[in-house]
């Protein structure tokens, strides 16, 4: 009997990849995390002499978590392939490529529990500041990284959605900004007048510059790198590591290190979780909740430090 192509593990892996992309609307970087970790299953499959999809059981992908355990793979890693093959297999299983679901029951060791880095405000403030004053020489790249640093941290937003906004999407008056968040959802947030100020010198004597540089250049995108093309995640990342690398603390210094730190900030200064919720784009009030275990841990700290019977 010929074989199904649909039946082959490798053509299946491709069509969920498609499905993730284009009918779930997933971020490009999950879909990434996704292929990555498939592929992994696929040359391991196929070294076991796997090569169908029918023939995955749950005894072949539990070897599979377990070799990368005794090869030494972070915990976190592991945790994200089992995550990756049950949605792989969920979906084919729906699908009806297959009769039963083998990652239903798959589990794997949950990544350690690590809290988001957060900044003090003391510490914002004097890194805004610094940020300012290069700006003052209206330097255009000087303009931009303050008004990128200024949006992050106000709005609390993530990188990925940052560099995705347009010019149209800001509005001045209403001291509001659209964004596009995970799984394609759109949401308005708002941003404070320090933000309004450095978005409007960046549009009116930063941006420009850059623009007239090249013929090129994004007409449409709000923030632009050196060369005029829309600023990516990578170059905001640079912008934000730069900043925060001479600062105390573990943790990584990326771009959302600032949407923690907003976060944890609103928290400490009364607002309600779920607003915060609201702000950040959670679909989950699970999610936004490990904010509340960062103000109870920096609680504590100023507890320790200042009680005179701590």
Do not use: N
Not at 31 to 36: E, K, N
Not at 239 to 244: D, G, H, M
Not at 293 to 306: D, I, K, N, Q
């Amino acid at each position: 009997m010929t074989e199904r192509t649909d039946e082959r593990l490798a053509v299946a892996v491709d069509a969920f990849l498609r499905h993730a992309r284009h009918s779930r609307g997933l971020s490009e970087q999950t879909v990434r995390a996704y292929a990555g970790d498939l592929e992994q299953l696929v040359e391991f499959a196929a070294a076991r002499g796997t090569e169908r999809l029918p023939d995955v059981g749950l005894e072949l992908l539990r070897d599979w978590l377990w070799d990368a355990d005794h090869r030494g793979l972070a915990r976190s890693t592991i945790a994200r392939r089992s995550s990756s093959v049950r949605a792989f297999t969920r979906w084919a299983s729906e699908s009806g490529l297959i009769a039963s679901d083998p990652g239903a029951r798959l589990r794997a060791p949950k990544g350690a529990a690590h809290l988001p880095r957060v900044v003090s405000s003391d510490q914002v403030r004097t890194l805004l500041d610094g940020l300012a004053g290069r700006a003052a020489g209206d330097d255009p790249g000087a303009l931009r990284d303050l008004a990128v640093v200024e949006l992050l941290y106000a709005a609390a937003i993530r990188v990925s959605e940052l560099v995705g906004i347009d010019v149209l999407d800001l509005d001045r008056g209403r001291l509001t900004v659209r964004v596009l968040g995970k799984g394609g959802r759109e949401r308005v947030v708002p941003f404070g007048v320090p933000a309004r100020d450095a978005l409007e010198a960046w549009l009116e004597r930063g941006r420009p510059v850059i623009a007239a540089r090249s013929d090129a250049a994004d007409t449409g995108a709000l923030f632009l790198g050196d060369r005029g093309a829309r600023l990516g995640v990578r170059s905001a990342y640079r912008i934000v590591a730069r900043l925060l690398q001479d600062l105390p603390g573990e943790g990584p210094s990326g771009p959302h290190t600032f949407r923690h730190t907003a976060a944890t900030h609103l928290l400490d200064g009364g607002a309600d979780l779920r607003a915060v919720q609201e702000l950040l784009g959670h679909a989950s009030l699970g999610t936004t909740q490990i904010y509340t275990h960062v103000s109870s841990a920096r609680l504590r700290e100023v507890y320790r430090t200042a009680h005179p019977r701590a």
